[in-house]
């Protein structure tokens, strides 16, 4: 009975410095964001920089004196003298790719209206330029000609995000790193068209029509890859062939309901997996399917589940916030506990579900040590 009271005093006492005072526009929030909101602004600011960043990483314009073009440039083009490897044609309302002269290996056309590109416009650098950036046109996949993309086998950067593609264009270029085509309508990828690309590191196609069969077999000996991206796509599993280099999946807002116990194995050093925003069940989940020893973050959010799933004592972020989990399982957590047993989770979030701080069985405290933040609502 001492105890017991002591128990409650303490949670009076240490409850309300969980949650720090929120400025008063926000304490009007619904109960559920109010208490999100801290962990929210971290990961918010940290999302925005790193879009930022990623979008303007190619825009580098480096210093041109009185816009002075060096002489082998496209007229509608500027190319810095002193960078006369660069030709930048983004942002002034073209509507074609223009002739690339020879000597140009980085190209820049985001931002226009283009919406074809006609056979032998690269003619002149078809093995040596090395970065195309497409973003921001209106560029469909049969109007990409025979001739043009095709040509380009010495290419490392490959960026045709927001275009109106249905149909992955990939070039022959077995020197590519990094392959951007995200917000299209993609639905096609041909199996074959990375076969070969030991270099390539990533590959962002999220915000595309995907399925799961459109993309088996994709991925497969490309052991150089560590990120993936296919967020709001249409899977409603993981595709088949994905390579053992694999570090990070991203796979949110997607219809993926299951994860079979092969499917993970395959994947040795996955480090980073989201699939938050997606149709997963207990049943969906076979036994020891997240007992994988270099996953380090887990987001099961906006999912279905009932109960924690099996998870390797190495991982230090899960999130489970908003599914449907009644039930507090140490077991999936900690197998055993001792002195040198126990689990590497930092960070657990399990608001948004049927279950209160009062579920966390009382001897967790050996099992959840590294705990540093246990988010109940
Ligand atoms: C491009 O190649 C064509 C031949 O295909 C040649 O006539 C022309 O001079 C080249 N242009 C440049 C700028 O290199
Ligand atoms: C490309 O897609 C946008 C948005 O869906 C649409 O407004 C535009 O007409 C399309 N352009 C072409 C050339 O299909
Ligand atoms: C792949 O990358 C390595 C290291 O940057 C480089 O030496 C090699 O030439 C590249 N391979 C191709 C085919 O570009
Ligand atoms: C989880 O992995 C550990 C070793 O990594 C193994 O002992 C255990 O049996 C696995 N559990 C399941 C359900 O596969
Ligand atoms: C964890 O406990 C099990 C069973 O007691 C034991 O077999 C295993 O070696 C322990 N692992 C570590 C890292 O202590
Ligand atoms: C939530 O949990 C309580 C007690 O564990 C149970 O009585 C109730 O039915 C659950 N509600 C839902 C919606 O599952």
């Known amino acids: 009975m001492e105890s017991l009271l002591l128990f409650y005093c303490c949670l009076i006492l240490l409850c309300p410095s969980l949650h720090p005072p929120l400025p008063s526009s926000i304490s009007r929030l619904p109960l559920l ?25 190619y825009d580098y314009q480096p210093y041109a004196q009185q816009s002075a073009s060096s002489p082998n440039c496209a007229q509608e083009c500027e190319c810095p003298i002193n960078f006369p490897t660069a030709m930048y044609c983004d942002s002034r309302k073209l509507k074609f790719v223009p002739i690339v002269p020879s000597g140009i290996k980085y190209l820049y056309l985001q931002n226009n209206l283009i919406t074809e590109i006609k056979a032998g416009v690269f003619d002149n650098v078809t093995e040596d330029l090395r970065w195309l950036v497409l973003d921001q046109n209106q560029i469909t996949s049969d109007k990409v000609a025979k001739g043009s993309i095709d040509k380009l086998t010495g290419l490392q950067k490959f960026f045709f995000s927001h275009n109106n593609l249905t149909e992955a ?21 041909h199996k074959a068209s990375l076969s070969g690309m030991k270099n390539l590191t990533s590959v962002h196609l999220q915000h595309n029509k995907l399925t799961s069969e459109s993309l088996n077999g994709v ?91 099996e998870i390797n004592e190495q991982l230090e972020h899960l999130y489970l916030q908003v599914n449907q989990i009644n039930k507090f399982d140490l077991g999936s957590i900690c197998k055993f506990s001792g002195p040198l047993n126990y689990s590497r989770l930092k ?31």
């Open 169 to 189: 264009i990939i070039p022959p270029s077995k020197s590519l790193d990094e392959l951007k085509m995200t917000n299209n309508q993609l639905s096609k990828f």
């Open 347 to 377: 960070h657990l979030r399990l608001d948004g579900n049927n279950i209160t701080h009062a579920d966390l069985p009382s001897d967790s405290a050996n099992c959840l040590r590294q705990a540093t933040d246990i988010v109940f609502e």
């Open 33 to 57: 964001s109010r208490a999100m909101f801290p962990l929210r602004v971290p990961i918010l600011a940290l999302l925005v920089s790193l879009t930022v960043g990623q979008y303007y990483d």
């Open 219 to 309: 991925f497969k000996g490309l052991n150089s890859v560590l990120f993936i991206e296919v967020t709001n796509n249409k899977l409603k599993k993981l595709p088949s062939g994905m390579p053992s280099s694999l570090e990070t999946f991203y796979a949110d807002h997607n219809d993926i309901s299951s994860i079979s116990a092969g499917d993970l194995k395959e994947l040795p050093k996955l480090a980073y997996l989201r699939l938050a925003y997606n149709k997963l069940t207990d049943a969906g989940i076979s036994a020891g399917v997240f007992n994988v020893t270099n996953l380090v973050e887990l987001d099961l959010s906006y999912n279905k589940l009932k109960s924690i799933p």
